[in-house]
C-alpha cells in the first residue's frame, strides 16, 4: 500500500514562503504524476501543481509564478514551493500519486496565511 506524507505546512504571513514536502512510501517514478492539490474550507478541492514522470509540470493561472513543484527521486520526495503568499492561498494541502489504475491521497497539511 502505498502511502503519502505530507509535512510542512503552518501559518505564514501575507507575502511570506512555505514549503510542503510529500515523502512516498515507494520510488515516485512508479506514477505517472504527482501533484498538489489544496482545498479551502466550504469549497471543493482544486489543482495547484502537477509534475510528471517526465518532469514536465503545470500550474493554474492563480498560482503560476509563485508556485513551484519540484522532486528529489533519491528521498521519493515531492516538493512545492510556495512564495507570495496570499490570504486565499489558505487552505488544507494534499499530495495526490496518479499511479494509473490506482490513486492514492496524503493526509494532508494545513498552509494558513494571516497577519
Known amino acids: 500500500q502505498v502511502q503519502l506524507v505530507e509535512s510542512g505546512g503552518g501559518l505564514v504571513q501575507p507575502g511570506g514562503s512555505l514549503r510542503l514536502s510529500c515523502a512516498a512510501s515507494?520510488?515516485?517514478?512508479?506514477?505517472?504524476?504527482m501533484a498538489w492539490h489544496r482545498q479551502a474550507s466550504g469549497k471543493e478541492r482544486e489543482l495547484v501543481a502537477v509534475i510528471s514522470s517526465r518532469g514536465y509540470t503545470n500550474y493554474p493561472d492563480s498560482v503560476k509564478g509563485r508556485f513551484t513543484i519540484s522532486r528529489d527521486a533519491a528521498k521519493n520526495t515531492v516538493y512545492l514551493q510556495m512564495n507570495s503568499l496570499k490570504p486565499e492561498d489558505t487552505a488544507v494541502y494534499y499530495c495526490?500519486?496518479?499511479?494509473?489504475?490506482?490513486?492514492?491521497w496524503g493526509q494532508g497539511t494545513q498552509v494558513t496565511v494571516s497577519s
Open positions: 495526490h500519486a496518479d499511479g494509473g489504475v490506482s490513486a492514492y
Open positions: 515507494g520510488s515516485i517514478f512508479n506514477f505517472n504524476a
